[in-house]
């Protein structure tokens, strides 16, 4: 992933940054986006895939390009934090994800339901607790240990 500014304008003490970002992906895919970041938050104002992202891939692109867009600005989780007043909304805030059988349960139930639907079951996953996809891949094993889901593979 590659970020880089496009412009910035100035109005008084206000500053409004254009940035362009792009994900490259083994396989030849790729995403490109414009990010708008402002007083009032960052926003995505344009986004171009090879090949065209899916509604939920496109829902997940802003947890996907949030850090590394926080970090081209300059700024980090704790400076966000303390400039709250001046970043707010720049950040989703996610609800705390239950720890133990409950959040294990809660993932399998996410899992199962993206199943159905023929979605990306680990995206659901992803989306559901805003963790990555490593650590959502974790949890879905800890929830298939825990036995709410079923074996990955059949045992011989």
Request: proline share 4%.
């Amino acid at each position: 992933m590659s970020v880089w500014p496009a412009w910035e304008v100035r109005e008084d003490a206000a500053a409004t940054a254009w940035f362009q970002v792009r994900l490259a992906f083994a396989d030849g895919a790729r995403v490109d986006a414009l990010c708008v970041v402002s007083a009032d938050g960052i926003s995505i104002e344009d986004v171009r895939a090879q090949p065209a992202l899916s509604l939920h891939d496109l829902a997940a692109l802003a947890d996907w390009i949030e850090e590394p867009l926080f970090e081209a600005c300059g700024m980090t989780q704790e400076d966000e934090a303390a400039d709250g007043e001046e970043y707010a909304g720049a950040r989703r805030a996610r609800p705390a994800w239950p720890r133990g059988s409950e959040g294990r349960w809660l993932i399998a139930q996410e899992y199962r339901a993206a199943q159905e639907e023929g979605c990306d079951p680990v995206l659901a996953v992803m989306c559901a607790t805003g963790h990555s996809r490593r650590k959502s891949l974790r949890l879905i094993s800890q929830a298939r240990d825990a036995g709410y889901l079923t074996p990955r593979h059949a045992r011989r």
